[in-house]
């Protein structure tokens, strides 16, 4: 799959998962940034949100010592997305593909795969990838 422009969504197109959410999304909600917040509420009403399972770790790592608590209760309160074979061989040629990061690149593949929007504030690495991604700017 070649890189191309970022597809904008403002509705879910699974059943199974509303959207998944980026690192920065998770972290700026746990850092009491007021309109993330009221975003993740208002999208968990449209259906479950996940987090692919590399994000879990990189929100734990980054967590402050007085956010362990509050990331570890949030994580939990997602849908965790494992990184299997077809999630890394697409990251991979994501990569190959100028894409972002390797992290970023299997997160992008875990949306990719699931056919789901991405919730990032990173659209220029994430767009990229050919993701769908959620319209963050009004948030």
């Known amino acids: 799959m070649a890189a191309g422009a970022a597809r904008i969504a403002r509705r879910p197109v699974s059943d199974a998962i509303a959207y998944v959410l980026d690192s920065d999304a998770v972290i700026w909600h746990l ?12 999208l968990a009403e449209e259906g479950p949100l996940a987090v692919v399972s590399l994000t879990v770790c990189e929100v ?4 402050r010592q007085e956010e362990l608590a509050a990331t570890h209760g949030l994580l939990e309160s997602l849908v965790v997305l ?5 999630e890394a061989r697409l990251a991979a040629a ?5 894409g ?4 970023d690149c299997h997160i992008a593949a875990a949306a990719l795969l699931r056919d789901v929007p991405l919730v990032t504030y990173n659209h220029r690495d994430f767009g990229r990838t050919g993701v769908l991604l959620y319209d963050t700017q009004p948030w």
């Open 31 to 42: 850092r009491r940034r007021a309109r993330t917040t009221a975003l993740l509420r208002r």
């Open 60 to 63: 734990t790592v980054w967590a």
């Open 82 to 86: 494992p990184v299997g074979a077809a």
């Open 94 to 98: 994501l990569a190959r593909d100028r």
């Open 100 to 103: 972002p990061g390797l992290v």
